[in-house]
């Protein structure tokens, strides 16, 4: 079979969905959500209400933030991961006679600081409607707890009275998300095949998160400035919420313990015509060290250097299976399969989820969390799994505890 052509590869990509970097369920796993209650049109997005077991309007409300995606927020996706995955929240939630309303954005990848708008809408509108005088509880998984987290404080930074008992985060990278820099500069790489992936890599939510970004694949890595105003906006309104109490829970380990993948190891390596020489690797560590080489339907192969940065891909944390997801939609391009003997890693790491220090040096991804004084995190209270596992795994460890601390 001849190596496809670059016109060849331009429209399989083009028919094929986008490649997106995202902790959603599989589309063939998800089934379409029960009709909700109550829908609320929201500036820049959607809540959807399903009320608590025996209550007939909004009475103990539970507002949830969706996280970081291309496109606009789902339900279906939102419904199974909640609810379908490893613990029925959502069910759990209504069974103690509380109200759940699940916020979604018009687009996923927009900022932070516009998404957080549709956040604030929502508990406005809960606040309105709501029977009876029970305290909020607003949080989100992963990006939804920065959205809220900078919702709760802008309110109370402008006097607005967000009637808010508790805040929680789920595995939200309050200090920095990762992906590895092979995959970013991969992404960069196919632009003009398929900008969509770079775009998604690229969008003003990707760079709030990611702890390095690079916008073009042969950039070093560095923090992006959108990052910087977000985090210095942050702190224009307090940092947090100081009204009710914060808690965050964190899908990575807390006794240190890493998932065990090694830096600079190969994990997506081409073995089709068209992708022949490509090797993208996990993140390296020493000074100049070859991240990627990258070839698509080109003669030239070209290699990504970086310098030094820590073991993050191992360490203890959320994972997310960007190489995978990256692997699979390339099989499925005459011409450009891949091997892909490394599947995930960290995406958020547990010292992230649980604000307790910066991703800079090995020493800080693999504190003994456990091992700490709780005070020394920006949270009031905070729970990591016991093991590494998927970014925002709704599992009962976590969920269990959330629910023993709603508010009265």
Aim: glycine share 10%; aromatic share 6%.
């Amino acid at each position: 079979m001849p190596e496809p052509t670059e016109r060849e590869v331009t429209d399989a990509f083009k028919a094929a969905a986008p490649i997106a970097l995202a902790a959603t369920p599989p589309k063939e796993q998800v089934a379409p959500a029960p009709p909700p209650d109550v829908t609320w049109p929201l500036p820049g997005g959607t809540a959807w209400v399903y009320y608590g077991e025996g209550n007939r309007g909004l009475a103990r409300p539970v507002l949830m933030a969706d996280g970081f995606n291309s496109g606009p927020s789902s339900l279906d996706d939102l419904w199974a991961g909640l609810e379908d995955s490893a613990y029925p929240l959502i069910s759990e939630l209504r069974r103690r006679g509380r109200d759940v309303v699940l916020i979604g954005y018009d687009e996923r990848s927009a900022s932070i600081l516009d998404n957080a708008e549709t956040a604030t809408a929502a508990i406005l509108r809960a606040i309105a409607e709501r029977m009876g005088d029970t305290r909020l509880m607003v949080g989100g998984f992963s990006m939804g707890g920065l959205v809220t987290r900078y919702a709760l404080a802008k309110m109370e930074n402008q006097r607005i009275d967000h009637q808010t008992g508790v805040y929680f985060s789920y595995d939200s990278p309050h200090n920095g998300a990762h992906i590895p820099l092979s995959l970013q500069a991969f992404a960069h790489y196919i632009r003009k095949l398929d900008g969509r992936f770079s775009d998604q890599m690229n969008s003003p939510a990707a760079r709030q998160l990611l702890w390095r970004h690079i916008e073009n694949w042969s950039d070093k890595p560095g923090v992006s400035p959108l990052r910087t105003q977000f985090l210095d906006e942050l702190e224009k309104v307090g940092g947090w919420p100081r009204i009710p109490r914060l808690l965050a829970v964190a899908n990575g380990a807390g006794d240190g313990t890493g998932n065990g993948i090694q830096p600079g190891t190969t994990a997506v390596k081409g073995k089709g015509l068209g992708i022949t020489g490509t090797d993208l690797r996990t993140t390296p560590t020493g000074g100049d060290t070859l991240a990627a080489t990258l070839r698509v339907v080109t003669q030239q192969k070209n290699d990504v250097f970086i310098e030094d940065l820590p073991d993050i891909d191992g360490a203890p944390g959320g994972t997310l299976e960007s190489f995978q997801i990256l692997a699979d939609a390339l099989n499925k391009v005459i011409g450009l399969g891949v091997d892909n003997p490394v599947k995930d890693h960290c995406f958020v790491p547990a010292v992230s989820a649980v604000a307790l220090c910066g991703l800079d040096t090995h020493e800080d991804l693999y504190t003994d969390i456990d091992s700490l004084d709780p005070d020394e995190a920006r949270v009031d209270d905070y729970l990591c799994a016991t093991q590494n596992e998927r970014h925002t795994k709704v599992t009962e460890e976590l969920c269990s505890w959330l629910l023993d601390r709603l508010p009265n």
